[in-house]
């Protein structure tokens, strides 16, 4: 992971910033996660201390009063024993460990001063907050250990035991000769693997950027990178930690995803990838995992509905390769006809028991074999046949349908799917679920409960930069309530042949500038299934063009008369959202 030890020793001393701070106020925000408040020289600091598997960090964070749980723990309400009106005297990361470790000056009941340290170690899925006493003896942590465990004993009363070490070099220590033997025995490894096999607080990448700074590429063996290069390269990484010339950043891919982040700037991705600097480090730990814990929530809330869509698009799969299948078979009418047609054509050689007839065509000049019912008169044989034929005949022109409702079925699931994907509250989740018990893919029992949940949310809500209103569906029944209540002089807008939001820019009854038209457009691409994209064609017309179709899917609509714009699916900065 990139909160590697470099990172916590950087971050350790950025928020040694905090010394002198007194604590105000210590809440359990989370099973694994603590909120503190803390006062220093009249300023407000607030600080996330978490040791959550998925998002480990400890940062200053801007909000003032997180919701807390309903029942603090017994470690929580040790801590607040301990700490609360405690001062922090020294943050700092224990050498070469994934740790931020805050000593404390704590008044006891008997009004002396007493040390306390609380440790917590960053370490994904064995992350662990730990509070000491000043001859660091556990007074109580997160997770304890079993006595019986081999590895390492969490135990209170027993001394605080750092995890087990690797058998690694220390970067901090190692001199440029012992950095340079060390080049000489891996000439053929890879630089980044060499960097992250031999020195101690290198995530790979970190390890990754190292060897990248000085062989111009990636995939290079240290040989052919240069042990001098090499080493050049790493000692400025470990400069820049002890000079505290941080340069934070965090690395987002083609669609805006955050994938990385460090304390320096990374390098080494290429096209497609960008690289945003952030004033702080506890900056860069907040937007990263906050915006994966959003991505972890809304897996986990939209779990029932996205089981629900891939079922039905099983489904759906299933029964058009069925229906196709049937169309198929239905070729065969054509041939039926033509035999009906032959036995007409030779009835009078024809006679009741014959089991199959060499029959003459006169459009063709060509003898055909054709079967025959010996139980049947000739004229009955061909009945059968005509009859079969008008089966097939019907029966196509239904298939036809039935694919084409299933197609558009098809169309209106991969909507739901698309608006489930940029769904991020309960409500947003909430209104997809009114809307598939509306079209009875709920059953009605869930149906009721969902009408209990109240009114559906407001569509997103914009300004251009020439002053016009724009709104943006989040699903499809917005999309539906959004064109129907339009004004027919209004801007529709859709991506072409995409699952997509339907935007609408009010105009009055004006005609808005090209540069709005631009913005407008671009919304209604970045709130698509294209969404970072480029070049994405957009439809827009004016409202009074597009049409429902009644009886139609939510969200389906119909429109001959349109422009097409073509623009980057991204977030227009010179919009201004409202709330």
């Given at each position: 992971m990139a909160l590697d030890g470099l990172?916590?020793?950087?971050?350790?001393?950025e928020l040694n910033a905090l010394s002198g701070a007194k604590v105000e106020r210590l809440n359990q925000t989370a099973r694994d996660e603590l909120f503190l408040r803390l006062y220093k020289e009249g300023i407000k600091y607030n600080l996330i201390v978490s040791a959550a598997p998925n998002s480990p960090r400890v940062a200053l964070c801007e909000k003032e009063d997180p919701a807390q749980t309903a029942a603090p723990t017994a470690f929580c309400m040790l801590l607040r024993k301990h700490l609360n009106a405690a001062r922090i005297t020294s943050v700092y990361a224990p050498d070469n460990e994934r740790i931020i470790c805050f000593e404390f000056d704590s008044i006891n009941e008997l009004g002396y001063v007493e040390k306390k340290r609380l440790y917590v170690e960053l370490m994904g899925k064995c992350s662990n907050i730990l509070l000491a006493d000043g001859e660091n003896k556990l007074l109580g942590a997160l997770y304890l250990t079993d006595i019986t465990s081999t590895t390492r004993h969490i135990l209170i009363g027993m001394p605080y035991e750092a995890p087990p070490k690797q058998t690694k070099r220390d970067p901090f220590t190692v001199t440029k000769q012992e950095f340079l033997q060390l080049c000489e025995a891996y000439a053929e490894k890879d630089a980044g693997e060499f960097i992250l096999m031999s020195f101690l607080c290198f995530s790979p990448l970190t390890a990754r950027e190292t060897a990248f700074r000085a062989g111009g590429c990636l995939g290079k063996t240290v040989g052919e990178t240069g042990a001098e290069k090499l080493y050049d390269s790493f000692i400025s990484v470990i400069e820049a930690l002890e000079n505290h010339s941080l340069s934070p950043c965090v690395v987002k891919d083609g669609?805006?995803?955050?994938?990385?982040?460090?304390?320096?700037?990374?390098?080494?991705?290429?096209h497609g990838f960008t690289v945003e600097g952030r004033e702080t480090l506890s900056e860069v730990l907040n937007l990263f995992f906050e915006e994966k814990g959003k991505r972890e929530k809304q897996r986990v809330r939209s779990h029932d509905i996205?089981?629900?869509?891939?079922?039905?698009?099983?489904r759906l799969t299933?029964?058009?390769?069925n229906q196709l299948k049937e169309l198929k078979e239905c070729e065969n009418g054509a041939l039926y006809k033509r035999s009906g047609d032959l036995i007409i054509a030779n009835i009078y050689a024809l006679k009741q028991g014959m089991k199959t007839a060499e029959l003459y065509d006169y459009e063709t000049g060509e003898t055909v074999s054709v079967k025959l019912d010996e139980r049947l008169s000739p004229s009955n044989n061909a009945k059968a046949y005509y009859k079969k034929y008008t089966k097939l005949k019907h029966a196509a022109v239904a298939l036809e349908e039935q694919i084409k409702k299933a197609e558009n079925e098809e169309i209106y699931i991969e909507s739901v799917a698309d608006a489930l994907s940029r769904a991020e509250t309960d409500a947003d989740f909430d209104e997809i679920r009114r809307e598939l018990a509306k079209e009875g893919y709920i059953s009605d029992r869930s149906r009721s409960r969902q009408?209990?949940?109240?009114?559906?949310?407001?569509p997103?809500?914009?300004?251009t930069s020439g002053g016009y209103p724009v709104r943006v569906g989040k699903n499809n029944i917005q999309n539906d309530e959004l064109t129907l209540s339009a004004d027919k002089t209004d801007i529709w807008f859709h991506v072409k042949d995409h699952p997509a939001s339907h935007a609408v820019m009010y105009t009055g009854g004006e005609e808005p500038d090209a540069r709005s038209y631009t913005e407008a457009a671009m919304l209604a691409a970045y709130h698509s299934s294209v969404r970072g994209a480029k070049?994405?064609?957009?439809?827009y017309t004016p409202v009074r063009f597009v049409k429902k179709p009644n009886g139609s899917k939510p969200g389906f609509v119909i429109y001959n008369k349109y422009y097409t714009a073509y623009?980057?699916?991204?977030?227009?900065?010179?919009?201004k959202v409202l709330k």
């Open positions: 990172f916590c020793y950087a971050l350790g001393n669609e805006g995803k955050m994938i990385a982040f460090s304390f320096t700037e990374i390098k080494q991705y290429g996205q089981k629900l869509i891939s079922n039905i698009k099983t299933r029964k058009r390769v009408k209990q949940k109240g009114k559906g949310q407001k997103l809500s914009f300004v070049n994405v064609a957009v439809d623009v980057d699916a991204e977030m227009p900065d010179t919009v």
